[in-house]
């Protein structure tokens, strides 16, 4: 009976290998290969919770949390993360399962539900997976520029009046910026994963900085009023916003819902287009299970790890929501992206937190998809396609898989906007985490004997 530990047969529709024996000698010789190539290295905190919560803040903690509340009011808001933290919930509880059965090897949620279902189930659920994270980099990526172009940028009619301003903006300056950007972390990622796990913790130390300054500076800094000026029709308009600090009436104010145009697309906003740009603070939870290949002892690190990040993120973004909720009136939170970086005590803290939150989840997505992608090729799921990215280097870092995800990702820094592909992300999600979950709920009905977590 084949191992755990190896690999699938060819089971694609592109089979390079005819004969059975062939391949599984094959296979068997590629998944004793990789394992003594690719050294477990990582414990639960550097390969789970660090770089989970780094996902689940990202962008969207820094620049849409105003806009989440702007838009949805409180209570809908409120109503929002409850949902969608149920969600991610069932399916950390299926992943907490699926782990704890059996040996875990690189691939993620990929690697063990295939081991568990077979290649077909599994392959799908790996391909939906490796899609949304590309497009879940390509949204982190979009989100960098856009907090870069509020400091830098020339128009001064977006971001903040402050600031050194010169670089040239655009639909096509922007894809520029993002490609610049993307390469960066297509640098990083060809390294390996082991360099960046490290020096994320780094990049935790210094967004936990920035959060703990977000919610102090309520206390110290007095109320405000800005000017906020954005170009629409080809007229300036200014809008008149106000930090209150805590203050009743702004809390009433700001309990209901209130959509109106996003100034940065020009479109109408509603229940499921703000749901759509919340979610994606809430795919971060396969961060940890992604790294499956890196972690010493990927069965305990995954379901503990994972949990714990996941409160930890819950709570930070419900005390966010209720400050900004109570401090700001709507005016200011949906015209105003950086409306934490206006607030604070010092603006820098925010810059310098939302630079390393969102190249971190950049690079985190990268490295996860490229993962997914290589287990993927080793299962020979697709043949000949995706035979190049089972190449690994001498030490184990599948780096034309990387660069096969660099590319996807490419593309989807064509759309130009974060809000514009926010929706496709949180479908991307919703669909491969309905799959885990029944993918789990498959396995416990149908008593299957190789399926036994604890």
Known sequence: MACERSPLLAHGLFSMVTDNGDSRRGSSAAGDSSSKANPRTLNTFFGVIVPTILSMFS???FLRTGFVIGHAGLLYGLLMLGVAYFIISLTILSICAISTNGAVQGGGAYFMISRSLGPEFGGSIGLMFFLAKVCACGVYVLGLVEAILNIFGQDAVVGMAQGIRVLPQGYWFSVLYSSVL???CLVVCLVGAHIYAKASFITLIVVTVAVLSILISP???????FNLTHMLDHNHTIIHGVYTGFN?????????PGYSLDYSTNKMMSFSAVFAVLFTSCTGIMAGANMSGELKNPSVAIPKGTIIAVLYAFVVYVLLFLLLSSTCDRLFLINDYAVFQRINIWPPF???GVYCASLS???CSLIGASRILHA?????LFGLPLAPAAITSSSGNPWVSVLYTWVLVQCTLFAGQLNVIAELV???YLLAYAAVDLACLALEWASAPNFRYS
């Open 59 to 61: 962008i969207i903690i």
């Open 182 to 184: 993307l390469l960066l």
């Open 219 to 225: 206390l110290i800094v007095g109320p405000r009023h």
């Open 248 to 256: 009743s009436s702004t809390l009433a104010n700001n309990l209901g």
């Open 350 to 352: 925010v810059i310098v």
């Open 361 to 363: 989840a950049a690079m």
């Open 376 to 380: 993927l090729a080793v299962d020979q």
């Open 426 to 428: 949180t479908v991307f």
